[in-house]
C-alpha cells in the first residue's frame, strides 16, 4: 500500500525558506532579524514529522533552501539575472544535507519525553548547521554571506560572543533555540498523551545558554573603554559613479573633477587617512603619469594618507584589483593585492576545465584577475599605525582578515564598490556581514564605497558613523570623523588567533555523529535481513 501524500511538509518547507529571507535585508524596509528564532521550525517539523525518511528530508530541505537564496540574493538580479537563478541551485544543497543530517539524528530521540536525548539532538543538529555555513564559504564556488548568525548583527549583546566563536557561535544559538522550540511543542503533545510532565531540562539548558551569552555581551559593552588608543581622523569619499560609467574613458574627465571636489571637501577636515573607494580611477593609477600625479598630490597637498583602490598588472600581463596607499611622501605608494576574488564577477571558476560556467557568465567577466599572495599590512605615516585594506567582499570574510591582525593591523579599512548592486538591498547586507569583523578582531572598521554604505564600525560592532543622507546610501558626499584605534601592543582576541575553531569542533562532531548513523542503519539493516533470513520478518524504521 502506497503511503499517503502529505501536503503540509511542503508547506512548511516553503515557510522556512520564506521565514529565513525576511531575516535579512532581502526586501526594502522587510528586514525582521528576530524571525531567525523561529524560522527553521516548519523545516523541523516536516523533516521530523511528515514521514518519507531521508530521501523526503533531502527534498524538503532543498525546496526551503531554493526559496531562500532566491530570495535572500534576489539582488543578484542587477548584475545577472541567470546568475542568481542558477546559484541557489547549488546553495540549497546545504540545507539539503542539514535536513537529511536531522533525519538520520531523529533516531534515538523516541518520543522526544527525555531531556538528555533531545538537547543530544539539538546540539547535534545545531553543530551540523554551523558545519555547513562554514562549508558554504570554502572553495571556488564560495559565498558564506548571511549566516544565521548574521541575522542578529543589531543585537549588540548576543554578538560579543563572536570574538571567541566568530558568526559560527550565534548561528550555533539560534539553530539549537530552533530545534528545542520543536522538541519542546512535540514534548508537551507526548506528555499530555502520557498524563506525564516532567522538567524540561533541555529547554532549560537552552535559555541558561542564551541568557549567559547576552550576559557576557551586556557586561562587555559596559565595561570602561581600555586607555591608549590612539584617535584617527579619517574622511572617506563616496563618489557614487554609476557603474556603467566607471570604467568607461569617456567618463575620465567627469569622475577626476568629481573626485577633485569631494576630496577638496574632504581636505578641509583635515583627515589624517583619506579614503577613495574600489576601482577609484576609469583605469589603473599606474597607466600614465598623468593619472598617477592626479592621486598622488591629494596626498602630498593635503599632508595626509591616501587609500584608494585601483588596478595593476605585472610583466607576465596578470591583472590584479589593489589597494594602494600613498603617504604623501614622493615615492612609490605601498600596495596589497586582493586575495579573495569575487567567482563571476572577478573571475570563472573552472573556466577552462567547465565551459558552462563561462557561458553562465556571458561577457561579464572577459578575464580573469589574478589573486594576490600576501596578507601585506600597510603603515600609515603621521600617525605610525598598520592598516589592513580589504577590497571589495573581502570584509565579509572572517578567517582572511584576522590574518591582517595577526600581522599588526590595528585598524581595518575597506575599500569596495557596490555600485553592482544598484538600489538593491545587496549593500545592506554587505554592511551586515561586514559587521562582524571588528567584533571578531576588536578591531574598528572604516569602510569607503563607491555607492553603498560608507561607515564607521567600532570594536563593539556599532556602526557609530554611517553616510547615509535622507536615509538614502546610494549618494554622493563626504563621511569624516574620528575614529579610535587600538594599540600596536593590544592583545589579539581567541577568533584571531585560532580563527574558525568552534566551526571546526562542530564540523568534526558533525562527521562523528555521522559515522555513528551510518553504522547504526547498517546494523539494523543485517539484523533484518537476518530476521528475514531465519522466517522472522519484523517492522523496522531506518
Known amino acids: 500500500m502506497r503511503p499517503r501524500f502529505h501536503v503540509w511538509p511542503w508547506l512548511a518547507a516553503i515557510l522556512s525558506g520564506l521565514l529565513l529571507t525576511l531575516c535579512f535585508p532581502s526586501f526594502p524596509g522587510w528586514e525582521q532579524g528576530w524571525l531567525c528564532w523561529v524560522a527553521l521550525t516548519p523545516l523541523i517539523a516536516a523533516v521530523w514529522f ?30 545577472s539575472g541567470l546568475g542568481w537563478f542558477l546559484l541557489p541551485f547549488y546553495l540549497a544543497l546545504y540545507p539539503a544535507a542539514w535536513a537529511a543530517f536531522l533525519c538520520a539524528a531523529r533516531g534515538d530521540a523516541g518520543d522526544f519525553t527525555r531531556s538528555g536525548a533531545n538537547l543530544r539532538l539539538a546540539l547535534l543538529g545545531a553543530a551540523a548547521w554551523v558545519a555547513l555555513e562554514w562549508l558554504r564559504g570554502l572553495g571556488a564556488l ?32 539560534v539553530a539549537l533555540t530552533n530545534l528545542i522550540a520543536v522538541l519542546t511543542v512535540r514534548r508537551f503533545w507526548s506528555e499530555a498523551r502520557l498524563r506525564r510532565i516532567r522538567p524540561h531540562w533541555d529547554f532549560s539548558t537552552t535559555m541558561a545558554l542564551i541568557a549567559a551569552v547576552f550576559a557576557f555581551g551586556v557586561r562587555i559593552l559596559f565595561a570602561p573603554a581600555e586607555s591608549g588608543s590612539i584617535p584617527l581622523r579619517v574622511a572617506a569619499v563616496q563618489a557614487n559613479i554609476p557603474q556603467e560609467q566607471k570604467f568607461d574613458r569617456a567618463y575620465a574627465r567627469s569622475i577626476q573633477e568629481c573626485y577633485t571636489r569631494l576630496t577638496e571637501i574632504a581636505l578641509a577636515t583635515r583627515p589624517q587617512l583619506l579614503l577613495w573607494p574600489e576601482a577609484a580611477t576609469p583605469g589603473s593609477v599606474f ?11 591629494f596626498a602630498q597637498t593635503g599632508n595626509t594618507n591616501l ?54 557568465a556571458g561577457d561579464l567577466v572577459p578575464g580573469d584577475f589574478t589573486p594576490g599572495s600576501e596578507y601585506t599590512v600597510l603603515k600609515l605615516e603621521h600617525p605610525s599605525l598598520q592598516i589592513a585594506a580589504l577590497v571589495c567582499f573581502e570584509d565579509t570574510l572572517g578567517d582572511l582578515t584576522r590574518r591582517f591582525v595577526q600581522r ?30 571588528a567584533v571578531e578582531n576588536r578591531r574598528p572598521l572604516v569602510r569607503a564605497a563607491n555607492t ?31 575614529v579610535q584605534v587600538p594599540p600596536a601592543m593590544k592583545a589579539p582576541t581567541f577568533y584571531t588567533r585560532h580563527g574558525e575553531r568552534f566551526s571546526h569542533m562542530c564540523a568534526a562532531g558533525s562527521l562523528a555523529a555521522l559515522g555513528v548513523f551510518i ?13 528475514f533470513e531465519n522466517g522472522r520478518p519484523r517492522s523496522i524504521q531506518l
Open 142 to 173: 564560495s559565498f558564506g554571506w548571511n549566516g544565521l548568525g548574521i541575522a542578529l548583527h543589531g543585537n549588540l549583546a548576543l554578538i560579543q560572543i563572536a570574538e571567541f566563536t566568530g558568526v559560527g557561535g550565534l548561528s550555533f544559538l
Open 287 to 297: 597607466e600614465s603619469q598623468e593619472m598617477f600625479d592626479f592621486v598622488s598630490r
Open 452 to 482: 553603498g554604505v560608507t561607515a564607521f564600525i567600532d570594536p563593539l560592532g556599532r556602526v557609530a558613523n554611517a553616510f547615509r543622507p535622507d536615509g538614502n546610501s546610494f549618494a554622493q558626499g563626504v563621511l569624516s570623523g574620528t
Open 408 to 437: 599588526g593591523a590595528q585598524l581595518l579599512v575597506n575599500v569596495t564598490n557596490d555600485g553592482w548592486f544598484l538600489r538593491s538591498q545587496g549593500a545592506e547586507q554587505h554592511l551586515n556581514n561586514a559587521v562582524f569583523r
Open 50 to 79: 511528515g514521514g518519507g525518511g531521508i530521501p523526503r528530508a533531502l527534498q524538503l530541505g532543498y525546496l526551503a533552501g531554493l526559496i531562500f537564496f532566491w530570495g535572500v540574493f534576489s539582488w543578484l538580479t542587477t548584475v
Open 307 to 360: 587609500l584608494l583602490g585601483t588596478l595593476d598588472s605585472d610583466q607576465d600581463r596578470h591583472d590584479y584589483n589593489i589597494a594602494a596607499l600613498f603617504t604623501g611622501k614622493n615615492e612609490m605608494p605601498q600596495t596589497y593585492r586582493k586575495m579573495h576574488l569575487v567567482p563571476f564577477g572577478e573571475y570563472i571558476p573552472f573556466r577552462r576545465s567547465f565551459p558552462p560556467f563561462e557561458w553562465v
Open 519 to 531: 553504522a547504526r542503519r547498517r546494523r539494523k539493516g543485517q539484523e533484518l535481513s537476518a530476521d
